[in-house]
């Protein structure tokens, strides 16, 4: 991780909220940096576009820390609500939305020495931008597009059940001189009123 993103993540721990904004920011633009560069050929297909509203792509920036760290965020930003995560997903999991519409996905495991997707990005990678979040109108259907024109596989052979209800399937993109990026696509969970 670099000196920048490790600041901002100690940033996000501050009583000082212009603190936070600021280090937020650098977390933001870190990890849409890396998923827009691996998933700009997407944009190229328009049946996959639309799927992502790709006029106005809404992202989220996935920042998984260690769970002192997550709980320290969690103080330091007015104890926001926690996600219904599945049961059977080691994850604990808060948003927090910003100014010009900014979003992180707080995450963290439930056990440190687990093999949940959590807990072995910790172990393996420390504490920073673990996924990059994206809305989609039909994850099934993007799925099935990506696979056809891209090459990309998702890594659950069926989309799944993801926090407060949603539905997701995650994809791991190569991005020059980044690796690999994991994208998640998520639909909103169905309206109940």
């Known amino acids: 991780m670099n000196e920048l993103l490790e600041h901002a993540i100690e940033g996000m721990c501050s009583d000082d909220p212009e603190v936070r904004v600021v280090s937020a920011t650098e977390i933001y633009r870190s990890g849409r940096a890396l998923a827009d560069h691996a998933v700009y050929p997407w944009w190229s297909d328009a049946k996959l576009a639309d799927l992502l509203d ?18 320290k965020m969690h103080e330091a930003n007015g104890l926001p609500r926690l996600a219904e995560v599945p049961p059977d997903q080691d994850a604990k999991e808060f948003e927090l939305h910003f100014p010009g519409g900014m979003t992180l996905d707080v995450l963290t495991t439930k056990d440190p020495a687990g093999s949940g997707a959590i807990a072995k990005f910790l172990q393996k990678f420390g504490e920073g931008i673990q996924q990059v979040e994206f809305l989609c109108k039909d994850v099934d259907r993007a799925a099935q597009l990506l696979k056809e024109n891209f090459g990309v596989n998702a890594v659950y052979p069926a989309t799944r059940a993801g926090a407060d209800g949603t539905r997701v399937n995650f994809f791991l993109v190569s991005a020059p001189d980044a690796g690999k990026v994991l994208i998640e696509l998520y639909e909103p969970a169905p309206r109940l009123d």
């Open 54 to 71: 790709s006029h106005n792509p809404q992202a989220t920036v996935g920042l998984a820390v260690t769970p002192e760290r997550f709980q």
